[in-house]
């Protein structure tokens, strides 16, 4: 099975590569010149990368005539809904844009291949709390530029699969997390702050946004085993909700992280932090990916957190020696 990641340089795409990889499956990687590729450096061996820029469509035409894969998980965009605030021309053209130039070639090519369009739970933006879990039938009602994008990819996943008969799977992943996230997302610039704090590089003060926002927290590992499921049985032009049916208070998240270090430490509210509009409480149901395909979740919350503290805690350390 010759599998194609765009984005397989980033957080969830290094994640899907290490997945596949143990599943046997060739695995082939999209990334721009200008990636770091410090989150596949240990796959250098095992993968094959491609330079390609998603917002270029001949590049993107090139690189799949050359490839002609079997499956493509289109990882590769702007992920961030903090940054989409300040670059959003940026994030619904790489998005969005990108988007269209990977489907109009697969449509051109007449390449058999199954797509992974991963979405996202900001599509469905503001949520009363009665209305909760959300099914995949819930209302759209996106509250970011970047949550823009995600239902504009999403519901060009369905266009072209009705439109021209293209074998797409989309799903709508609630948040997810692990080792080697971001900084600039909640849960990695707890733990990377607080490491800092348990090494003496920081003083004792953690920086916050809204703690009292609730959200439905995944492993990015468990997220990973469902992107590959996704498409091994889920039907094209379904979209699935990926999450855990639980609503976690960042507040909560932040006492798990401090829980692992021994210092006293200060939690003092960021203005720069809080974004222009928040989702006060999410949280998904399930049912329907489950069903079609066996998932559930592994991998604790727990356990999850304590592994971002441990690779925040063992970069400071390579750094410093």
């Not at 917002?55 to 090139?62: C, G, L, M, R, T």
């Amino acid at each position: 099975m010759k599998t194609l990641i765009t984005g397989i340089t980033g957080f969830v795409g290094s994640h899907l590569a290490e997945h596949l990889l143990s599943e046997g499956m060739e695995v082939l990687g999209a990334a721009r010149w200008r990636s770091n590729r410090d989150n596949i450096a240990h796959l250098k061996d095992k993968i094959k990368l491609f330079e390609c820029d998603i917002n270029d469509a001949f590049s993107v035409k090139q690189m799949l005539q050359d490839i002609k894969p079997d499956q493509i998980y289109h990882l590769a965009g702007q992920s961030s809904v903090a940054a989409s605030w300040n670059s959003p021309a940026e994030t619904i053209n790489t998005n969005v844009v990108g988007q269209i130039n990977i489907l109009e070639a697969v449509r051109l090519l007449k390449l058999d291949v199954r797509i992974l369009i991963p979405g996202s739970s900001e599509e469905y933006g503001f949520v009363e709390e009665k209305e909760l879990p959300l099914t995949e039938s819930s209302q759209l009602r996106p509250l970011s530029p970047y949550s823009v994008s995600k239902v504009a990819q999403d519901l060009l996943g369905y266009q072209y699969f009705k439109s021209y008969g293209l074998s797409i799977v989309r799903t709508r992943a609630f948040n997810h997390t692990g080792p080697r996230h971001a900084d600039i997302f909640v849960t990695s610039g707890f733990a990377k702050q607080a490491a800092l704090i348990e090494k003496g590089r920081q003083e004792p003060v953690i920086k916050v946004g809204n703690l009292d926002a609730k959200r439905d927290y995944s492993d990015v590992r468990d997220i990973a085993k469902a992107y590959r499921m996704a498409l091994a049985k889920g039907d094209p032009g379904e979209v699935y909700n990926i999450c855990s049916g639980k609503a976690v208070s960042i507040k909560n998240i932040l006492e798990i992280i401090l829980s692992f270090g021994s210092k006293k430490i200060t939690v003092e509210i960021d203005p720069k932090r809080i974004r222009p509009s928040d989702i006060p409480v999410t949280r998904g149901d399930y049912t329907k990916f489950a069903a079609k395909t066996g998932w559930k979740i592994e991998i604790p919350l727990e356990k999850t957190l304590k592994d971002i503290f441990d690779y925040w805690t063992d970069r400071i350390e390579r750094k410093r020696s």
